[in-house]
């Protein structure tokens, strides 16, 4: 009966051991997720700041040449 007791400790252990590793991952894909969110964020911003640049550098160009 000793046999049976250790196979169910040893598959104890291993279904632990799997249950971390997944909230593991779980918790990396959620942080993983947020940071692209973030960066997808900064991206709109940074493109709507290129093209206010744009703009702003052409409407400059335009009163350069009119002087």
């Not at 969110?37 to 709109?44: G, K, Q």
């Amino acid at each position: 009966m000793a046999g049976q007791e250790d196979l169910d400790w040893a598959n104890w252990e291993y279904i632990e051991i799997i249950t971390s590793s997944i909230k593991k991952i779980t918790d990396f894909l959620n942080s993983f997720d947020m940071s692209c969110s973030r960066f997808a964020t900064l991206r709109e911003k940074l493109t709507a700041l290129e093209q206010r640049i744009e703009y702003t550098e052409a409407w400059v160009t335009k009163g350069e040449m009119l002087t």
